[in-house]
């Protein structure tokens, strides 16, 4: 069993900077691929970016330049520095892991429960 905790998630005005942290713990496996989502009001779950077993990054296109998904060197760890934000990032940040990714596309198999990200204009 994975657990993803999150942390991080705060209000901030447009133009502000947030860091979330997600607290990886349990059996996992160190080729499992490592990602963050976001769920905006009446929106869909959407990938935000990911990294996988080999250090490779991709990105959604909406937040390229501004997000930076990064592992501390034990890989208990995930990170997403965010920047510039904007009122459209306004959402609920999930931490997910899963065994399998490719060119930006992560199967979930574990979810952590969120944290919340609110920028106001």
């Known amino acids: 069993q994975v657990h993803l905790m999150e942390s991080g998630g705060d209000s901030v005005q447009t133009g502000g900077s947030l860091t979330l942290s997600c607290a990886i713990s349990?059996?996992?496996?160190?080729?499992?691929?490592m990602g963050w989502f976001r769920q905006g009001p009446g929106k869909g779950r959407e990938a935000v970016a990911a990294i996988d077993k080999d250090g490779r990054i991709d990105y959604v296109d909406r937040v390229k330049g501004r997000f930076t998904i990064s592992q501390d060197n034990t890989k208990n760890t995930l990170y997403l520095q965010m920047n510039s934000l904007k009122p459209e990032d306004t959402a609920m940040y999930y931490c997910?892991?899963?065994?399998?990714?490719?060119?930006?596309?992560?199967?979930?198999?574990?979810w952590g429960r969120g944290t919340q990200v609110t920028v106001s204009s």
């Open positions: 349990g059996n996992i496996s160190p080729s499992f691929c």
């Open positions: 997910a892991a899963g065994e399998y990714c490719s060119g930006g596309y992560l199967r979930v198999d574990y």
